[in-house]
C-alpha cells in the first residue's frame, strides 16, 4: 500500500513539473507582438478614356487596376418648355460621367 501512494505521488510530481515547464513564466520579450509589416502602395488616377494598349501599358509598370468608374448618363441641365394649353415638354441635355480609372502598385 506504501509503494502504491509512493508511485502515486512520484507520478503527480512529474506531471506537475512537465506542465510547469511547458506553461512556464513568459519572457519579456514574448509579451510583445511582433509588428506586421504591411506593404506600402501608392496609388494613381486617370480621368480619361483608356484603351486596351494604354491599360496594359500601365500594367507593364506595375499598375494594377483597383476600379473602373463613369460612363455613367445624367442630366446636365433640364428645361420645361410651355406648349400651350398648360403643357410643357421637357428639353433636357443628358451627358456621361467622365472615366476615372484607380490604380495601385507597391511603393
Do not use: C, H, M
Given at each position: 500500500m506504501r509503494r502504491r501512494v509512493t508511485v502515486v505521488f512520484a507520478g503527480a510530481i512529474i506531471t506537475s513539473l512537465a506542465l510547469a515547464?511547458?506553461?512556464?513564466?513568459r519572457s519579456a520579450g514574448q509579451d510583445t507582438p511582433k509588428p506586421v509589416l504591411r506593404p506600402k502602395w501608392e496609388y494613381k488616377l486617370v480621368e480619361q478614356k483608356l484603351d486596351e494598349k494604354q491599360?496594359?501599358?500601365?500594367?507593364?509598370?506595375?499598375?494594377?487596376?483597383?476600379?473602373?468608374?463613369?460612363?455613367?448618363?445624367?442630366?446636365?441641365?433640364?428645361?420645361h418648355v410651355p406648349q400651350g394649353g398648360g403643357q410643357t415638354k421637357a428639353n433636357n441635355t443628358i451627358e456621361y460621367a467622365k472615366p476615372v480609372y484607380h490604380?495601385?502598385?507597391?511603393?
Open positions: 515547464v511547458a506553461i512556464g513564466p491599360l496594359n501599358a500601365l500594367g507593364d509598370e506595375g499598375w494594377e487596376l483597383v476600379s473602373a468608374t463613369g460612363g455613367q448618363p445624367y442630366i446636365a441641365s433640364a428645361q490604380f495601385k502598385r507597391l511603393k
